[in-house]
């Protein structure tokens, strides 16, 4: 991989990290969404300890036994009950059109991401979990997309906090 020159690297740095803002979490367990529809959803990852994962989920309507319940894409219905993950669940409204890939994250909480060296753009989590439509909060594997010349799926892991700090270091000495 070439060195960037300086003129390059000050583009690529120029770009502050911006974290995901601009959006009043809520507390599911005390307020839910009003309607049906697309959510900003902040959860603790099930396995990994300290992650905090931000993403879009659907608030649908589903059946429950005899019933229909409104009720977040990720959660279980084990036949008697819906489940709902352990720990934080809170939701922000979200005003965009319904997300192309349904596998991208849209923040890890407190991880920030050096800019590609390609195309100069940050790069996208995306995760992968061991069923077809797993949560994020279930997800075995995590990696980073942003142009053709990085393929992020060859270098996934299963702690983004580590793959994050790993590409951080790799990639610092070509921005410099």
Do not use: Q
């Amino acid at each position: 991989m070439p060195a960037l020159n300086k003129a390059e690297a000050a583009k690529v740095t120029e770009a502050p990290y911006v974290p995901l803002t601009g959006h009043v979490f809520h507390d599911y367990r005390k307020e839910r969404p009003p309607a049906a529809g697309w959510y900003v959803w902040r959860l603790p990852h099930k396995f990994l300890e300290g992650v905090t994962l931000i993403f879009l989920a659907e608030y649908r309507l589903r059946g429950a036994g005899f019933e229909s319940v409104l009720s977040p894409s990720f959660d279980y219905w084990d036949g008697y009950r819906v489940l709902l993950p352990k720990g934080s669940i809170e939701w922000a409204e979200y005003s965009g059109e319904k997300p192309k890939p349904l596998r991208e994250l849209l923040e890890v909480v407190g991880v920030k991401n050096l800019p590609c060296p390609f195309c100069k753009t940050r790069p996208t989590w995306v995760y992968s979990g061991r069923y077809i439509c797993a949560p994020p909060t279930d997800a075995e594997y995590y990696y980073l997309e942003c142009c053709h010349w990085f393929d992020g799926f060859r270098s996934r892991m299963a702690d983004p906090v580590k793959l994050a700090a790993m590409r951080n270091e790799a990639l610092s000495p070509l921005l410099t």
